[in-house]
C-alpha cells in the first residue's frame, strides 16, 4: 500500500495540522507573553541564569570558569561525607582537564519554597555558597547579603 502525501508534504509540515470538525485550526490557548506559558522549570531555569549574570558581573574571575548546571534531583547515592539530608546543591572542584561544576537540584528547592522570592533567595545563596567553597573564601565575601 502507497500513502499519498498531499501537496508533497507529511502532515506535520502543512501550515494547516488540524481542523477539527470544521471549528478551524488549532491555537494556543494562551500566549507566549502570558504568566502561564513559563513553566516551574523555566522560570527556575530564568531565576538561576539571572544570579549567575548577578554574580558574574561582580566577580567575573570567580564565575567564568566554572560550568553550572541544574538537574531534577540529587543523585539516590550521596558520597560519604556529604552528611546534609537536605542536599540543595552540590560543588565539583577541577580536576584533569575539567573545570569546576556547581549543581542546582530544582525539585529539592522548589519543595522549600512559597513564593518566586523566597525561590530567588534560595537560588542566590546556594550558588553564592557553593562559589565559596569551591574558592575556599567566605560566603559573606562574595556576597555580602548571603543568608539574608
Keep these: 500500500m ?3 502525501m498531499i ?20 491555537r494556543p490557548t494562551f500566549g507566549t507573553r502570558l504568566p502561564r506559558y513559563r513553566t516551574r522549570c523555566g522560570i527556575f531555569d530564568d531565576l538561576t541564569a539571572a544570579q549567575i ?6 566577580w567575573p574571575q570567580l564565575v567564568k570558569p566554572v560550568q553550572f548546571a ?10 560519604p561525607w556529604e552528611d546534609r539530608s537536605d542536599l540543595f546543591s552540590r560543588s565539583f572542584p577541577a580536576g584533569r582537564g575539567i573545570p569546576a561544576r556547581i549543581v542546582l537540584y530544582r ?8 513564593d518566586r522570592t523566597e525561590l530567588e533567595l534560595i537560588i542566590r545563596d ?4 557553593q ?5 575556599g573564601r567566605d ?3 562574595i556576597d555580602p547579603m548571603w543568608g539574608r
Design 70 to 79: 541544574v538537574e531534577d534531583v540529587p543523585p539516590s547515592d550521596p558520597t
Design 107 to 114: 525539585m529539592p528547592i522548589q519543595s522549600k519554597t512559597r
Design 139 to 141: 560566603p559573606e565575601e
Design 2 to 4: 502507497v500513502s499519498v
Design 53 to 58: 549574570r548577578r554574580l558574574g558581573a561582580g
Design 7 to 26: 501537496n508533497d508534504q507529511p502532515p506535520w509540515a502543512r501550515t494547516v495540522y488540524r481542523d477539527s470538525h470544521g471549528r478551524g485550526i488549532r
Design 131 to 135: 562559589l565559596a567553597d569551591l574558592y
Design 126 to 129: 546556594e550558588l553564592v555558597l
